[in-house]
């Protein structure tokens, strides 16, 4: 099971990788859309990624209420393991 | 020459080819004689029989930002690097041109094979999930216009001719139109190709269309040699930014040359082989000729779509010598490139005016026993060294499986 921090700084580097955010900017608060300009086929990519790196499946019903960092640390924490 | 508000000329060229990153070493590699064409070295070329390949001498993804280069198919990063330097090359980006009023016609022959195959790897091995949500716009053949025409922020109509080895070629005589119509103020034409991959090297080898003369890579491409016996495929794009002669002589911009005609004609004859004397292609050349208002007489020099191919280059030349004449300086400078497919046609307008700029005409490498065929007999075709020559017009000529035929005509500017 990943810590907080863990899952915080996993989702960082997959966000950096994928649509090119700085880990700095990737704080909880921050929404993908507005803030992080992550559109929605990048957000495809990051749920991809995410089952890869914790193993959470995100189904297209549930991303659709993923705004904002926060939302996707919260999500993968309850869903991991 | 006279001008009038419809001569349209060209103030940028771009490209990323097997010879250089840019424009400038591309030609400085062709005058000096120097070959793009490698042999493929990983094992799955192993079994294949033409394992000879032009690839880019610069990765485009070093000239591009890394997460916008991710989303771009290979044929699309080198269009966008292509388009980019021959924008900035024009200095239109400093005009204060209407979005509205600029636009992009760029060609591809084969569009995001690598994405294409890439992505029905991942299909194969992990399933429907882990294809990439930009698959499409990666693979569609209208993908490098679209990326060119987001890089330069041109809403004036973006379109993607696909013909093929003329696409490139055929970009060019759109845009041509598309400033003649006045439905655009600049456009960005040009075309790309990035397919090297087991599948389309398979597909053109199964065509017997490749050399195999897997041993001496640079000897490979040989146009109009008696011991020719196929293509090299290359990887690469060119770009011209085109406009109206008037707007650009008021905006002090540099006018490498002028677009005078484009002639355009289909062989109707079969959907590979082209027609053995070079009809269609003869046609198209006649049909450039008149719509600039030039004679045969007026040519000085011709940029040849020679591909290395047996049949296709003595057509070429019987059209070369029943629609110009044997006056002509021909050049094959698919010799050094390889052969860069959708574009070929844009790559080959880069030579054919860089050559009536400097007045010079590149050499066809390769060429050590010219073919025995009456036609290429009669040709002046340059080899050994490019030759200085003065001539005020000169011909390329584009051809394309499906019986395309495009012929271009520039003149000094």
């Given at each position: 099971m990943a810590s907080t921090q863990e899952i915080q700084a996993g989702l960082g580097e997959i966000l950096e990788e994928?649509?090119?955010?700085?880990p700095a900017d990737a704080?909880?608060?921050?929404?993908?859309?507005?803030?992080?300009?992550?559109d929605s086929l990048s957000m495809v990519e990051i749920a991809t990624a995410v089952e890869d790196k914790f193993g959470v499946a995100i189904p297209d019903d549930e991303l659709g209420n993923i705004k904002t960092v926060g939302d996707a640390i919260s999500f993968i924490e309850k869903n991991q393991g | 020459m006279s001008t009038s508000t419809s001569d349209v000329v060209v103030t940028g060229l771009g490209a990323t080819t097997p010879l250089g990153g840019d424009v400038a070493s591309t030609w400085e590699a062709l005058l000096a004689g120097r070959s793009g064409v490698s042999r493929i070295?990983?094992?799955?070329?192993?079994?294949?029989?033409a394992q000879l390949v032009a690839r880019?001498?610069?990765?485009?993804v070093e000239q591009l930002d890394r997460v916008r280069a991710r989303r771009l198919d290979r044929s699309q990063q080198a269009a966008v690097v292509a388009a980019q330097q021959a924008w900035e090359d024009s200095g239109?980006?400093?005009?204060?041109?209407?979005p509205e009023r600029i636009a992009v016609v760029f060609g591809t022959g084969i569009g995001g094979a690598l994405t294409l195959l890439g992505q029905d790897d991942i299909l194969e091995e992990k399933?429907?999930?882990?294809?990439?949500?930009f698959t499409i716009p990666m693979l569609m053949p209208n993908g490098p216009a679209a990326a060119v025409g987001l890089a330069i922020g041109a809403k004036g109509g973006v379109h993607a001719p696909v013909s093929a080895c003329a696409s490139g070629a055929e970009a060019v005589r759109w845009g041509l139109d598309l400033l003649r119509f006045d439905r655009a103020d600049v456009v960005l034409v040009g075309g790309t190709e990035a397919c090297i991959h087991p599948l389309p090297m398979a597909g053109f080898a199964a065509m017997r269309a490749?050399?195999?003369?897997n041993d001496e890579p640079g000897r490979?491409?040989?146009?109009?040699?008696?011991?020719r016996d196929g293509f090299v495929l290359g990887e690469g794009s060119a770009a011209l930014v085109l406009e109206r002669a008037d707007s650009a002589t008021s905006r002090g911009a540099t006018v490498?040359?002028?677009?005078?005609g484009a002639g355009a004609t289909a062989d109707g004859y079969d959907l590979v082989a082209p027609h053995p004397e070079g009809e269609g292609a003869a046609r198209a050349i006649g049909a450039a000729l008149r719509d600039a208002g030039l004679?045969?007489?007026?040519?000085?020099?011709v940029n040849a779509h020679?591909?290395?191919?047996p049949v296709g280059d003595t057509a070429e030349a019987a059209a070369i010598r029943s629609s110009i004449g044997e006056h002509v300086l021909v050049t094959a400078t698919k010799s050094q490139t390889g052969h860069l497919l959708g574009a070929a046609g844009a790559l080959e307008s880069v030579f054919t005016i860089l050559a009536l700029r400097d007045q010079i005409v590149p050499a066809t490498a390769n060429l050590d026993d010219p073919d025995d065929d009456a036609a290429v007999q009669a040709l002046d075709i340059v080899r050994t060294e490019p030759r200085k020559a003065s001539f005020s017009a000169a011909v390329n000529d584009s051809f394309g499986f499906g019986g395309h035929n495009i012929a271009l005509v520039f003149t000094t500017a």
């Open positions: 994928v649509a090119g955010v700085t704080t909880p608060e921050k929404s993908f859309t507005e803030d992080l300009d992550v | 070295t990983d094992d799955w070329a192993k079994e294949y029989p880019m001498a610069s990765d485009p239109a980006a400093q005009l204060d041109v209407a399933g429907p999930k882990r294809v990439s949500p490749m050399s195999t003369r490979a491409s040989r146009p109009f040699d008696k011991a490498y040359a002028r677009v005078a004679s045969p007489s007026d040519v000085g020099h020679a591909t290395s191919t």
